[in-house]
Nanobody, 123 residues
C-alpha cells in the first residue's frame, strides 16, 4: 500500500522559512514526478512545486518562484520543499503528491496524495 507522509509544518513569522519533507513508502517513485500542492482556507487546491524524474526538471506555481525550492532524494524515496520569505498568504495545508506525468499542473494527474501538513504564517 502506497503511503506518503509529510512533516515539517508549523507556525512561522512573515519572512521566515520552513522546510517540508515527504517520505513515500509502498512503492519506489524513481520514475515519477513528486511534488507539492496546498489548500488555503476557502480555496481550491493549488499547485506549489514539483520535480520530475525526467532530467530532474523542476517547476513552480507563479507565486512560489524565487521563494520556494523543491528537491528530491530518490534513494530515500522523498521530496522536500524549502520555503523562504514566507507570507501570511502562504498559510495553508501542504500536500505531497505523486504523478506519472513528467510535467503537469493538473491535480487530476496526481495519483497518490499525503494527508497534509499545516503551515501557518502570522505575526
Amino acid at each position: 500500500q502506497v503511503r506518503l507522509v509529510e512533516s515539517g509544518g508549523g507556525w512561522v513569522q512573515p519572512g521566515g522559512s520552513l522546510q517540508l519533507s515527504c517520505v513515500a513508502s509502498g512503492r519506489n517513485f524513481t520514475s515519477n514526478t513528486m511534488g507539492w500542492w496546498r489548500q488555503r482556507p476557502g480555496l481550491e487546491r493549488e499547485f506549489v512545486a514539483a520535480k520530475s524524474w525526467v532530467g530532474g526538471a523542476t517547476y513552480y506555481g507563479d507565486s512560489m518562484k524565487g521563494r520556494f525550492v523543491v528537491s528530491r532524494d530518490t534513494a530515500k524515496n522523498s521530496v522536500y520543499l524549502q520555503m523562504n520569505n514566507l507570507r501570511p498568504e502562504d498559510t495553508a495545508v501542504y500536500f505531497c503528491a505523486v504523478s506519472d506525468w513528467h510535467y503537469t499542473y493538473d491535480a487530476q494527474n496526481y495519483i497518490h496524495w499525503g494527508q497534509g501538513t499545516q503551515v501557518t504564517v502570522s505575526s
